[in-house]
């Protein structure tokens, strides 16, 4: 009888081994650099680790859309303007006005909450705009 009380002792410890540690979700801008000059064309790209960006919310077979732990999206703001919430790490903007830029990027979950603190950079753009007078271009670049 004193063994199969040990048993249960010598296999937890083999037991929570098993259970998958739950890492924080990491993001990171690769581009731009910060303090960096950019002319016309802006590269944008983020690194994210630990998290799944998708924009396919939903759980599979149920009737309401509700937020999946562990997945989201990616939140850009320029300049304290909202570009776009997707999946994309990877953009291209063009036609950024010549100034010191700031870029917000957040990770999110699908109800729009951060589930990391953001990361920002600023960087200066030189390019003449002539008579321009849209918003900046955003284009995704493929994975």
């Known amino acids: 009888m004193k063994t199969l009380w040990l048993l249960p002792l010598v296999l937890m410890p083999a037991l929570l081994a ?3 540690e739950v890492k924080p979700p990491v993001l990171r801008i690769l581009l731009p650099e910060a303090n960096a000059v950019y002319g016309k064309h802006l590269p944008i790209q983020v690194e994210v680790e630990h998290f799944r960006l998708t924009n396919d919310w939903s759980v599979p077979g149920e009737e309401e859309r509700l937020p999946v732990t562990g997945a989201g999206h990616l939140q ?3 300049d304290n303007r909202p570009l776009m919430h997707t999946d ?9 006005p010549t100034a010191e830029h700031i870029l917000v990027v957040t990770l999110v979950g699908h109800d729009h909450i951060p589930v990391g603190p953001e990361q920002r950079v600023i960087f200066k753009v030189v390019a003449p705009r002539k008579g321009l007078s849209r918003p900046p271009l955003i284009g995704l670049t493929p994975e």
């Open 18 to 20: 098993q259970e998958e």
């Open 76 to 78: 850009y703001v320029l």
């Open 88 to 96: 994309s790490t990877r953009l291209v903007l063009e036609d950024l």
